[in-house]
């Protein structure tokens, strides 16, 4: 994909405790790399990455890496308000961290006022299952990503295991955020971004069309 050509950009944070593997998440996603030791964030990092959310609709993702401890927190919460999606991950071998989710998504939901984030909740270290490490069952995570009103996905790293697959349904859920109204373009806010190609395989942009599929769909950047 041309990074050059894209429609929308996305800026998303990672939220959750220390070691939850966040930074691993986003390596596998964005370079497809493991590695087995990976040195803790240190206040935020930056990555990029370039999907296709439907046919003909390109998105820049922008991924602010945060980094778990208390004592960045006040350097992480900046980057809040500016973020339109939140990937919540916890550790699956790790009871603290999943009972740590209601903290971040209050924290984050409490910090972007009058903005939105839209959220998806991942349990990580899936590869973990069948060797009794595990310490939170599907039906607890699901339950929790019920009450938060978030989808729940599972994945791993290590495997390459629903990895793509997890990033890939945030990016969505923002999208149809965006084309329903749940989430909106403001200026000065950077959480979503638009820019227009000068030419788009022929067409300005077709994502104003009519249909029944796009009914709710309106144009961007006009």
């Known amino acids: 994909m041309d990074p050059s050509l894209w429609q929308y ?12 593997g966040k930074s691993s998440l986003l ?9 087995e030791a990976i040195n803790e964030t240190v206040g935020v990092d930056f990555y990029v990455h370039f999907l ?13 890496d945060t980094a778990g401890q208390e004592r960045f927190r006040s350097v992480t ?4 308000r500016n973020s339109v999606g ?13 009972e740590h989710i209601r903290d971040w998504h209050a924290e984050v939901c409490e910090h972007v006022l009058p903005h939105r984030v839209l959220f998806v909740l991942a349990g990580h270290k899936s590869d973990c299952d069948g060797h009794g490490k595990r310490a939170v069952t599907r039906d607890e995570a699901e339950k929790l990503a019920a009450v938060l009103g978030v989808p729940y996905v599972e994945a791993s790293a290590k495997e390459g295991h629903n990895v793509k697959e997890t990033f890939e349904l945030l990016a969505l859920r ?3 955020g965006l084309m329903s109204g749940e989430v909106e373009l403001h200026e000065g806010w950077d959480g979503i971004k638009c820019a227009m190609p000068l030419v788009l395989l022929g067409r300005r942009s077709s994502l104003a069309q009519p249909g029944p599929a796009r009914k709710n769909k309106k144009e961007c950047c006009a």
Do not use: C
């Not at 950009?9 to 939850?20: A, E, N, P």
């Not at 939140?86 to 999943?98: C, K, M, P």
């Open 52 to 64: 296709e959310v439907e046919p003909g609709v390109r998105v820049k993702m922008q991924f602010w």
């Open 86 to 98: 939140g990937l919540l991950v916890f550790d699956l071998t790790n009871r603290a961290s999943f």
């Open 174 to 176: 923002v999208y149809q």
């Open 9 to 20: 950009q996305f800026r998303v944070i990672m939220l959750g405790d220390s070691t939850v």
């Open 77 to 80: 919460r900046s980057y809040y």
């Open 27 to 35: 390596k596998r996603y964005t370079e497809d790399h493991f590695m």
